[in-house]
């Protein structure tokens, strides 16, 4: 993966502004530190940090070509699963390549088909490309929104990064958080609106969106959605369709001229990538698949069981290498590693994150770096199966608002008084929550409670699913490290969407059809295991840690998290640990240390960015 960014002025001269282009390259390094390179003209100016995974010559950007005396300029974050399908369609059109990678392929399907390329495209993608003959500056993302890509229009122009602190570097942006953007670290953090760029005048070109910057401004388009229709096949036609397009997936997905592996939690849906990404590269005499999982410290000794962590997983995890044959690498991090990179973790993301849940995949992402570059992930899976117990809840199906945000009340209680009166966190949050209620396609063959699940797997399709991607993308490429997301391709998504919730739920088992489409692929006691979470820690010297650190912001004069918050309200939470508070912050499990840690985060978030509050 890389790191792109770029700036477009028709008014100034930017070859007077190297130096700008060169400093928001340099911010976000860490996405690819094996080549920098940038191209600059009167009017365009791209930079880009390169990650080698696929054809280390041929792939070098930004990408140049010419036709017809104009010369097509190409930055791109990604990879592309269905390249020499495309590379085929091509040379039957009479294009010629130079190169076996995808950077090649993907510029000169924008060449020859313009802005529907993105149709042919089956993989995970945030590029731009300079147009010469349209004299227009082209933009797009995949279909999931996997790679990020933000945007700001200043002074005529449009300026845009793979992350938000390579805009940040640009001399004409400014850290400004308005009152919009403070709702949405408050109300909805970590989550934030699809498109929504928290800062001020920043904004996030949505998965499945392209835009288009000219002379007469900037506009976007949709360019794909799940379509709501009939599901026709019966309970084995599913199974096999799903098994086929997991399969066909993961296997697209290990293409690399690095070392690749997989991350194996035990679970069912990184033991299905597991088994099919060993299964191929046996066939196929490519030797033994590297896997990799993560523990904490004496977690063994605390863990205890709850509705959403029912069992640990080491268990599991021994299981899949022993029915597999991998060559397995299990890494245990200890509790002060884990709280010292917290605040690093927020760093990566830019913005508050996900705590411990952050920090831990960081440090993984690192110590999995020493061994392969690439390795692909369960991400996606819960969000279109339906794994999450807001699924199954009726309460949650017909509650107004997110089922992750059951903390609306205690967010507000935690706030000063003057931001008590100036924000409407309960009022900000539902309007966000309709907006994507009302986005739903829908069906009208569905019951009531078939057209509130329908909606409730959009909102986590559009929601709860980026934010864990979101996590995935800055926590890995800050480890200069590429995850991939096989549960993400579009077909599977697709075809997923129409399966009726009582065929999802198959014999009464949430991701009943998931399940019956690996049988055969994994042993019985991972395959009809109940779902578990990404791990945490239960470790009593964890939330130690954190409390510790609150305790010095406490104490600190010059804290600005008391800008926002009720000073003697949150040391009310630290004197007791976060425990006062039963409703998980965010997702299943934020509760305690987690939160403690969140505040933390918002804390060093506001002092290192240096943000500037507008009231």
């Keep these: 993966m890389c790191g792109i960014t770029g700036w477009v002025n028709f008014e100034r001269d930017l070859t007077t502004k190297i130096d700008n282009v060169r400093k928001m ?3 976000i390094q860490h996405r690819g530190p094996d080549e920098h390179n940038e191209w600059i003209s009167e009017h365009v100016a791209f930079g880009h940090q390169r990650l080698i995974v696929v054809d280390p010559e041929g792939g070098k950007q930004p990408m140049e070509c010419v036709k017809n005396d104009d010369n097509y300029i190409l930055v791109y974050n990604g990879e592309l699963y269905n390249t020499e399908d495309i590379r085929k369609e091509l040379l039957s059109l009479g294009w010629t390549f130079r190169s076996h990678s995808d950077t090649e392929v993907l510029l000169k399907s924008y060449m ?66 308005d009152q919009e953007g403070l709702s949405e670290v408050l109300a909805l953090g970590p989550s934030r609106t699809p498109g929504h760029g928290v800062f001020k005048g920043v904004n996030e070109l949505r998965a499945a969106h392209v835009g288009v910057f000219d002379k007469k401004g900037f506009r976007t388009n949709r360019y794909w959605n ?43 849906d990184s033991s299905a990538i597991t088994a099919f990404a060993s299964n191929y590269l046996k066939e196929h005499g490519k030797g033994t698949l590297n896997t990799f999982s993560i523990d904490y410290e004496d977690n063994a000794k605390y863990f205890k069981k709850s509705s959403f962590q029912p069992n640990n997983d080491q268990d599991f995890i021994g299981k899949m290498v022993d029915a597999h044959g991998t060559e397995h690498h299990n890494f245990v991090i200890d509790n002060a590693t884990l709280a010292d990179m917290l605040k690093e973790a927020v760093e990566l993301r830019d913005l508050p994150g996900m705590a411990d849940v952050d920090s831990s995949l960081l440090w993984f992402c690192r110590k999995t770096k020493q061994e392969v570059t690439v390795a692909l992930s369960g991400e996606c899976a819960d969000e279109i199966f339906g794994g999450y117990p807001w699924f199954y809840r009726e309460e949650d199906l017909s509650r107004e608002g997110f089922p992750w945000i059951r903390s609306a009340e205690v967010r507000r209680s935690l706030l000063t008084n ?33 057209r ?47 399966v009726p919730w ?5 014999q009464g088992r949430e991701k009943g059809i998931l399940r019956k ?26 939330t130690e840690a954190v409390v510790n650190w609150l305790k010095e912001i406490l104490d600190d004069p010059n804290a600005r998290l008391f800008e926002i918050f009720d000073k003697e309200e949150i040391r009310k939470l630290v004197d007791s640990e976060g425990k006062e508070i039963e409703a998980p912050w965010f997702g299943q499990l934020m509760t305690g240390p987690q939160l403690l840690a969140h505040l933390g985060q918002i804390d060093h978030w506001l002092r290192t960015y240096n943000i500037i509050i507008e009231k």
Excluded at 459 to 476: A, E, I
Excluded at 517 to 537: C, F, M, N, Q
């Design 25 to 27: 390259a340099n911010a």
């Design 112 to 177: 020859e088909w313009k802005e529907a390329c993105v149709e042919k495209f089956n993989g995970i993608f945030a590029f731009a490309i300079w147009d010469p003959e349209k004299e227009q500056l082209f933009m797009a993302r995949d279909r999931l929104g996997v790679k990020p890509l933000f945007y700001t229009e200043r002074n005529g122009g449009i300026i845009f990064a793979s992350e938000l602190k390579a805009l940040i570097a640009h001399e004409e942006i400014e850290p400004i958080i």
């Design 517 to 542: 489409a690996l049988e055969g692929v994994l042993p019985d006691e991972i395959l009809y295991r109940k779902k578990s979470p990404y791990p945490k820690t239960h470790n009593p010297f964890y």
């Design 226 to 268: 799940v379509v709501s229709t009939a599901h026709t096949d019966d309970v084995e036609e599913t199974a096999d369709v799903i098994h086929y397009l997991l399969k066909d997936a993961v296997e697209r997905q290990l293409i690399s001229d690095v070392p690749l592996g997989t991350f194996l939690s035990g679970g069912v």
């Design 502 to 506: 009582e065929m999802k739920t198959y």
């Design 418 to 450: 003057e931001w008590k009166e100036k924000l409407d966190l309960h009022e900000y949050m539902l309007k966000r929550y309709q907006e994507t209620i009302d986005e739903t396609p829908a069906y009208e063959g569905d019951t009531e409670i078939e």
């Design 452 to 498: 509130q699940r329908r909606q409730m797997f959009y909102l986590n399709m559009h929601w709860f699913m980026p934010t864990l991607l979101d996590r995935k993308d800055r926590m890995s490429m800050g480890a200069s490290f590429e995850a991939r997301v096989p549960f993400s391709d579009h077909r599977l998504v697709e075809y997923v969407w129409n």
